[in-house]
């Protein structure tokens, strides 16, 4: 009776055991899975951010070159106008 006992015990123990492995193999996959799933939203925010910040440098640029271009137009025309009127002179 006392040797039932002792491997129903074993036996109970192992059982309870197994199911702890099995338990945190699941726990640890889902947790993979969750974290791959934050991973991806993250990255895919980010990117998004990217780009707004890149489509915003992109104006901010063309209206820097914008205006470089209309500084370049008015210095063209003064150089112009003072070498005509070395020519005129």
Do not use: C, H, P, W
């Not at 197994?18 to 991973?39: D, K, P, S, T, Y």
């Not at 440098?57 to 063309?62: I, L, M, P, V, Y």
Request: charged letters at 45%.
């Amino acid at each position: 009776m006392k040797e039932a006992a002792e491997r129903e015990k074993e036996r109970a123990l192992r059982e309870s055991r197994r199911e702890v492995l099995e338990l945190q193999e699941r726990l640890r996959a889902e947790a993979e899975e969750r974290g791959a799933a934050v991973l991806r939203t993250s990255e895919e925010a980010l990117a998004r951010e990217r780009d707004a910040v890149l489509a915003k440098g992109r104006k901010e640029a063309d209206a820097r070159r914008a205006a470089g271009m209309g500084n370049v137009d008015r210095a063209a025309d003064i150089v112009i106008a003072k070498f005509q009127g070395a020519l005129d002179a």
